[in-house]
């Protein structure tokens, strides 16, 4: 089945979730900034919402009107031969055939479906008996809203790391991927290891008694990870920077530029571009120790881009990546968010909660990195 034609039908199985709050979320960035040419006008972006049943398909039999339930940014079925190993990014039912993707997604453009997304007062989820996740009641929105993504994301994250006990990981990236990647790390005892260039996200994640290294400040990064760790580099390292890498602002820059460009001039400036965009992902090469594991949850989109293959081969490296398969995760992680003490810090994790109608000034502070900004809530 293609995306098209699983959106524009209306399934027995379908409910309409009223949502109350919607994160607004790094991805949201790269349609904003760089996928702009496969937005389509009224597109509905979103995909990390929470909100409460508001009616349900004649076919729903594990849902009630008024229950809480969180939305899996993946849309997947649940039943299918990847679902059932725990693939749901891969869901063999939504899968976007004509453009070779994988799941759909809420709030994707045609890449992935063109699904209404949840930065909107309702939304049309699909599969009810299997996909949406109930929650309790009670404890705020913050609690249960990252389930949609951030916590599955940093929590696959983690277990594709694979880090050995007691042993150690970077993380690339402290946005909310790497942050919690680095609470969830903590939590099970291993020594963590924080990079970033940005001073407020180093802060944050040195709450949670994680080591830091400064980006900005640090000719090389690996190198000093190397001095922390007896001259190894860390067993696992997680990135969590993706296209978004610092000498990204070149590589925009570049893009823009170079459609004025001749072509052989064009062709260089986006060789240039593309091995400033991977700064970060040849740095968490050279920092995993030989032998060790790398985990990519960063999102990468070049077709082309170099990668060094000597020195992934010669230091064996294990490489693990992908989109989070959210529904596979969320039954492990909610007994974490209901526990006294919230452990994973998610109450006071939104650096900003604002109405949806001010959609366009969230989008737009959350981009520059204004104010402080790590995480975003829209609340209709
Ligand atoms: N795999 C998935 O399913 C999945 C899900 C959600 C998000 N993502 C992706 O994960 C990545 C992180 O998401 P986020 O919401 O935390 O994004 P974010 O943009 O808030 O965080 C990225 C962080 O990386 C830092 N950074 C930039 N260049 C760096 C460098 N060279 N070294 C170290 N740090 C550097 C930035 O300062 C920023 O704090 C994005 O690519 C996002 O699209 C993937
Ligand atoms: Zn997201
Ligand atoms: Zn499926």
Redesign the pocket.
């Known amino acids: 089945m293609g995306g098209a034609t699983f959106v524009s039908s209306q399934e027995p199985t379908d409910v309409i979730v009223k949502v109350t709050s919607s994160g607004i ?3 949201d ?2 349609l904003y900034e760089l996928l702009g040419p496969f937005l389509g006008k009224g597109d509905i972006l979103g995909h990390e919402p929470l909100g409460v049943v508001e009616e349900l398909g004649p076919d729903v039999r594990e849902l009630e009107v008024g229950d809480r339930v969180v939305v899996p940014f993946n849309v997947s079925c649940g039943t299918c031969f990847m679902c059932e190993q725990g693939l749901h ?1 891969q869901c063999e039912t939504t899968q976007v055939r004509e453009h070779g993707s994988g799941a759909a997604l809420f709030g994707y453009t045609k890449l992935y479906g063109e699904v209404p997304g949840g930065q909107a007062e309702y939304l049309r989820v699909p599969f009810g008996n299997t996909l949406p996740v109930k929650v309790p009641e009670g404890p705020p929105d913050d609690r249960f809203v990252y389930l949609s ?2 916590l599955p ?1 940093a929590w696959q994250a983690v277990e594709y790391a694979a880090i050995p006990e007691g042993g150690s990981v970077a993380v ?7 942050q919690m990647s680095c609470r969830i790390a903590k939590r099970r005892g291993a020594r963590v290891i924080g ?4 001073s407020e ?1 180093l802060a944050l994640a040195g709450k949670y008694d994680v080591e830091l290294i400064d ?1 900005e400040e640090t000719e090389d ?1 690996p190198e000093a990870i190397r001095e922390l760790t007896g001259g190894r580099g860390t067993d696992s390292v997680i990135e ?7 000498g990204d602002q070149i590589g925009k820059a570049a893009h823009g530029a170079a459609a004025l460009l001749p072509d052989s001039v064009a062709q260089k400036v986006f060789e240039k571009a593309g091995i400033d965009r991977l ?2 992902l040849y ?1 968490a090469i050279a920092t995993v120790r030989r032998g060790g594991t790398l985990s990519i ?3 990468y989109g070049g077709a082309l881009d170099p990668l060094p293959m000597m020195d992934l081969f010669d230091k064996q490296i294990q490489i693990r990546m ?3 398969n959210v529904r596979r995760w969320t039954d492990d992680i909610l007994p974490l968010l209901t526990e006294d003490g919230d452990p994973l810090g998610t109450e006071d994790f939104a650096t900003h909660k604002l109405p949806l109608e001010q959609a366009p000034e969230a989008y737009e502070m959350f981009q520059k990195k204004e104010n402080g900004a ?1 995480k975003v809530l829209l609340q209709p």
Do not use: K, N, W, Y
């Open positions: 979320c790094g991805s960035l790269h990014s993504d951030v994301t690339f990236g402290l946005g909310p991927i790497g990079v970033d260039l940005v996200r980006a990064v969590a920077v993706g296209m978004e890498a610092h700064r970060a740095d949850s960063g999102v992908g989109q989070a790590i």
